[in-house]
């Protein structure tokens, strides 16, 4: 039975409570004051997404291996993830994860904090490859590899046009989540965008007049996404109440 309702997601601080590239930039890449510039420049247009992600791994000298583990043992699940991930299995609502990050990580990530489910999620996202004259691990030896020649280095909305361009009858509606800019590029290309609090993908949202609807958490996302499968509230609704918060204080974000 072709399921009438998928959902795509973003994985760094979307599904986790904290963003592991981000994390790892702070921690033990260049830090938390240059990346959070650059995400800044990004929003503003001054750089490319693909040049200040690339500017950020390439700042992570240590062996991939010790990434991988530094990033288990410290990168935490949205508590309220696995309920929703739970409902949508039994009811036919595929989980499509779309990262900017690297898909090894991401995987480990989601092995560890979803457990035996982990692959029935599809992960679409960058992948590694080791620098010349180097494996993955050693100290300098990675570097990250785009999934395509964009200025994302993964055009996400690529993954959700083929859905947005079938015919009615046999068209999903299509959900997105996110929160920050390597979500830019999906934006548009969803039914329903749902925009997390306090985040800069609401920031683009508002200038960019996009639709979206707010998130704190992944209970949100569900209760807001089963009064749709039940019909009680239309995608249209739901898409027209991020700006109204926003208006009226309540999104988190000041432009």
């Known amino acids: 039975m072709k399921p009438k309702f998928i959902f795509f997601t973003d994985f760094d601080g979307t599904i986790t409570l904290q963003d592991s590239n981000n994390y790892m930039t702070d921690n033990i890449g260049y830090g938390e004051a240059k990346r959070k510039q650059g995400n800044k420049d990004t929003l503003e247009g001054n750089i490319t997404f693909?040049?200040?992600f690339k500017d950020m791994m390439d700042s992570v000298t240590r062996?991939?291996?010790?990434?991988?583990?530094?990033l288990v043992q410290n990168?935490?699940?949205?508590?309220?993830?696995?309920?929703?991930?739970?409902?949508?299995l039994g009811n036919n609502v595929p989980v499509v994860v779309l990262t900017g990050g690297m898909e090894?990580?991401?995987?480990?990530?989601?092995?560890?904090?979803?457990?035996s489910d982990f692959d029935k999620l599809q992960v679409v996202g960058n992948n590694v490859a080791a620098r010349p004259g180097k494996t993955i691990d050693e100290e300098g030896g990675w570097t990250i590899t785009f999934r395509d020649e964009s200025e994302h280095g993964h055009d996400k909305s690529l993954t959700l046009r083929p859905y947005a361009e079938l015919p009615e009858s046999e068209r999903p509606v299509m959900f997105y989540a996110g929160d920050g800019v390597s979500d830019v590029s999906a934006a548009?290309?969803?039914?329903?965008?749902f925009a997390k609090k306090g985040e800069d993908l609401i920031t683009y949202c508002v200038r960019e007049d996009i639709?979206?609807?707010l998130f704190e958490n992944w209970k949100s996302i569900l209760e807001k996404v089963k009064q749709i499968?039940?019909?009680?509230i239309s995608v249209k609704?739901?898409?027209a109440e991020g700006h109204r918060l926003f208006k009226a204080g309540q999104a988190g974000v000041d432009m």
């Open 229 to 232: 499968y039940n019909g009680d």
């Open 188 to 193: 548009r290309e969803t039914d329903l965008l």
């Open 211 to 213: 639709p979206f609807t």
């Open 75 to 88: 990168i935490k699940l949205d508590p309220h993830f696995n309920e929703f991930y739970k409902w949508a």
């Open 104 to 115: 090894p990580i991401v995987k480990a990530l989601l092995e560890k904090l979803v457990g």
């Open 63 to 70: 062996p991939y291996s010790e990434c991988i583990e530094f």
């Open 237 to 239: 609704d739901a898409a």
């Open 50 to 52: 693909r040049d200040s």
